[in-house]
């Protein structure tokens, strides 16, 4: 790829963000300060560096708006950090990844091209009926979108020397796609009902919870096959009512699982947090002191 179509991919990249910023905001003076997706910075100050990170977000059941918003406060206007946002998958790619430092993901790699009824995650068709007359046509059948080459696009991107920070759902991706699961470290198993838990702090040593105390969130309680060392684990979820969590396909996994890790992989680094679903668990204070120190730690900053 030469430079021209690196420009290219990248001011794509850009315009989905600018485009999904000012639909979600409402309003022409929002979408602008949203599409540049830099920090804000006073006169006189040096020129904003160009993005280093990648935010690839949003899926059915997770809207685009609510993490772009969530993560462009936290990352954008009080990290300092810029970020391109964008829910194109279809950017991902060696030759996109080559001009960032870091992946950010929230999303469960399923797209639906034959349609839904609804996006609504609270949706339920016995209390609120859906017609269409005449019928239109779908088909709602899920496909996996992230390609084996993507997969190994982005472990090579890690092993390379670059990073990955996933949130929440994305462990989902790993059940079809064996490079991805390595670089993740974990099979996303299934979640609980809407319902607070406790993220507790298991080594307060390591930079990421560094000053970072306990703290509760109320959304889907995530659990999973955890892959890699038990010593890189860092926040474990707990049901503080002893409630637990059982499938048919992994039995009964208990009332707590590994909800933050972060390691090495090859040159690159790897962070996951298990929150992600709503802004009251990404605006917590005590996650947003999660989310920047793992920021620093994921840019060697």
Known sequence: MNNGEKVSRRAAIRNIGMAGAGAALGGKMLAAQAAVAT??????????????VLALIGDR????????VALHRTLVQEAGVPVDFTP??????????????????????????????SPYPFYDPQTMKIVSDPPAPLDEKAVNW????????????????????????????SGGNADFRHVEGALFTGHTVFRPYKM?????????????KDFVVSEEQHFLIYDKDPKSV????????????????????????????????????????????????FWNPEYVKLQKNALKWLLRE
């Open 39 to 52: 920090p804000v910075m006073s006169a006189g100050a040096p020129a904003p560096r160009k993005a280093e």
């Open 61 to 68: 059941w997770h809207g685009y708006d609510y993490i772009f």
């Open 234 to 281: 860092l926040v474990r979820s707990v049901n503080e009512e002893g409630l637990e969590y059982k499938t048919a396909a992994h039995g009964n996994q208990g009332a707590t699982c590994e909800a933050c890790w972060a390691y090495d992989l090859g040159k690159g680094r790897v962070c996951y947090m298990a929150p992600g679903h709503t802004i009251p668990s």
């Open 200 to 212: 507790k702090i298991l080594n307060a040593d390591h930079p990421i919870t560094r000053g970072v």
């Open 88 to 117: 194109d998958h279809s950017l991902l790619s060696r030759e996109t990844l080559a001009g960032y430092k870091l992946l950010i993901m929230l999303c469960d790699g399923l797209s639906f091209p034959g349609g839904y009824s």
């Open 146 to 173: 992230l390609t084996p080459d993507q997969g190994r696009a982005i472990r090579e991107f890690v092993e390379k020397g670059g990073s990955a920070w996933f949130f929440h759902n994305a462990s989902y991706i």
